[in-house]
């Protein structure tokens, strides 16, 4: 296998079934993960986990070259996104972008969750991906259309489906977000089960803060939240680094 996720790709690459973990248990998909590329050193010893380039497969051949694009287009929708809930959060509409977005670091999971019943016994276990909450600011989901498999809870500790709408995206929020609102924005908890006949495959964007951001209730969240900020300082990298590697278990 050209493109294994390694500790050495700095995580990015080729997941077999049953490699990612999620709250120490096996997620029963595969994925390849491509991630904002870090040159070594950029981030001194706060990114060293996390260096290195992504891994391209062979074939198709112009895997890199559209993947890229769809990249640069989910980073230009997620920003304007960002900037949408900086108004409605009674901010300047650039709110989250020098310092806390202005280089967001990104990453991308091409998803694929087995039928059940294909899943040799030893490894079938009961959820997809287990429930959990995205890392950073927003993620995009673009999940197949006719199956539904992605579920989030809502207020009530109900879990509901996040049924597919053809041509739209999921949109979570993430943990970063929560921080940044001084807890307006609520990240999602969200799982994914795969009950039914069919593989599912899902492509996943997540557009996070700088990889170096100290990330902190903003203060136009914090007047509008009791003047208290609710939430201590996180360095987003330290974040994604302790999260990432639990995640991805023993390589
Ligand atoms: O496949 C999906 O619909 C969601 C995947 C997900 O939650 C994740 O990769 O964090
Ligand atoms: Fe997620």
């Given at each position: 296998m050209k493109i294994k996720m390694t500790r050495q790709s700095g995580y990015r690459g080729y997941q077999k079934l049953g490699e990612n973990i999620t709250k120490e248990k096996r997620d029963m998909h595969e994925a390849i993960n491509c991630l904002t590329p870090i040159a070594p050193g950029k981030y001194g010893d706060l990114g060293k986990t996390l260096e290195g380039y992504n891994l391209w497969p062979e074939y198709p051949s112009n895997f890199k070259v559209v993947l890229e694009n769809y990249i640069s287009l989910l980073k230009d929708l997620s920003r304007k996104i960002m900037r949408g809930i900086a108004l409605a959060l009674g901010g300047p509409v650039d709110a989250f972008e020098r310092g806390i977005a202005g280089d967001p670091y990104w990453a991308v999971r091409l998803i694929s969750y087995p039928?059940?019943?294909?899943?040799?016994e030893e490894k079938r276990t009961d959820t997809g991906m287990g429930s959990h909450t995205d890392y950073g600011l927003l993620t995009l989901v673009n999940q197949d259309d006719d199956m539904c498999a992605l579920e989030v809870q809502n207020r009530s500790g109900v879990w509901i489906h996040a049924n597919p709408i053809p041509g739209t995206f999921v949109c979570n929020i993430g943990d970063m977000l929560e921080v940044w609102s001084n807890g307006i924005y609520q990240p999602t908890v969200h799982r994914v089960i795969n009950s039914s006949h069919q593989r599912r495959v899902s492509a996943v964007f997540f557009y996070e803060t700088d990889f170096d951001a100290a990330v902190e209730p903003v203060e136009f969240c914090v007047e509008k939240t009791g003047s208290v900020a609710k939430y201590e300082k996180v360095v987003y990298g330290e974040r994604l680094v302790q999260k990432a590697c639990c995640c991805f278990g023993d390589l």
């Open positions: 039928v059940s019943s294909d899943v040799p």
